[in-house]
């Protein structure tokens, strides 16, 4: 008898709905949301990085399309949601100096502001900055780059779980 009474109230736990989408990636999605326009990312450093605005947009679309059931709006004006994004600082920096004074380790840093809007009801969802950063060694140049990109992965991942949770 225990055992059906547990059965019947995980079914009926699994069956409630709550005011909004949840799926398994833990996003929670207002149920009348259900396109999202994402325009390319502004980047207004003058970083020697190229196309961390791309890199960042492609990321954002791919969590907010693929882990959630929100599709991609092209249009801005007829999106259910909005989410436009700044990448406003990125600094280059050692950390770690050898005996005759040269970098042996440096961080990059990187700093985006980031607006999500509802655009049904017309309210703000999300208002704020984000950041990151990643080491890597200065003597090879080409891993500044894979530091700026790895940065930007945990800046979008931040910002999609700060989008998507009810918390």
């Not at 699994?14 to 833990?26: H, I, K, W």
């Not at 492609?58 to 709006?73: G, K, M």
């Not at 249009?75 to 909005?82: F, Q």
């Not at 891993?143 to 979008?156: P, R, V």
Request: glycine share 2%; hydrophobic share 40%; proline share 3%.
């Amino acid at each position: 008898m225990r055992r059906l009474q547990s059965i019947a109230f995980v079914l009926l736990m699994l069956s409630s709905t709550g005011c909004g989408f949840y799926s398994f990636t833990g996003a929670s999605i207002p149920e009348h949301l259900g396109t999202v326009a994402i325009p390319l990312v502004e980047d207004n450093t003058i970083a020697t990085v190229v196309s961390m605005d791309n890199q960042l947009t492609t990321l954002l679309i791919d969590r907010f399309v693929r882990q959630t059931r929100l599709s991609l709006e092209t249009t801005e004006s007829e999106a259910d949601a909005l989410l436009t994004v700044t990448i406003s600082r990125y600094d280059n920096m050692p950390t770690s100096v050898s005996g005759n004074e040269q970098a042996t380790r440096n961080r990059v840093s990187i700093t985006v502001s980031v607006k999500y809007q509802d655009q049904v009801q017309n309210k703000e969802l999300l208002n704020r900055t984000f950041s990151a950063s990643e080491e890597y060694d200065p003597f090879n140049p080409s891993q500044e780059e894979t530091a700026a990109f790895a940065a930007l992965e945990k800046i979008a991942e931040d910002i999609f779980t700060a989008a998507t949770s009810n918390w």
